[in-house]
């Protein structure tokens, strides 16, 4: 059974950083990529970055320049790492997994037809 499992939120000042993780547990084929979503309050569930098959990664215009996705594929995790973060980055973060993912650049991802595997969100708050 695969799990997906997130780490590393928590609350910052704005202005500081924060390194997500994303753990995953079981075997995945791998012809499946990952990304980042977000769910800010009253907002419906957002891309953030996401890794395509080719190893090129693609942002959110709102992350761009600010935040990074990188994947370590012999420990099976997936990172997130944000600086200068704002308060309008305070959200629940989650990982996803999916063949979609792999084709589509996040920002034309609706998290809605992103079926595979997810993870349980991590909580990022960001305070001014």
């Known amino acids: 059974q695969v799990q997906l499992v997130e780490s590393g939120g928590g609350s910052v000042q704005s202005g500081g950083s924060l390194r997500l993780s994303c753990e995953v547990s079981?075997?995945?084929?791998?012809?499946?990529?990952m990304a980042w979503f977000r769910r800010v309050p009253g907002k419906e569930r957002e891309g953030v970055a996401s890794i395509l098959s080719d190893g090129s990664a693609t942002y959110a215009d709102f992350v761009k320049g600010r935040f990074t996705i990188s994947e370590d594929s012999v420990n099976n995790t997936l990172y997130l790492q944000m600086n200068n973060l704002e308060p309008e980055d305070t959200a629940v973060y989650y990982c996803a997994a999916d063949r979609i993912i792999c084709t589509t650049e996040i920002e034309a991802l609706l998290w809605t037809i992103v079926h595979n595997y997810w993870g349980q969100g991590t909580q990022v708050t960001v305070s001014s």
């Open positions: 079981g075997y995945i084929d791998s012809s499946v990529c």
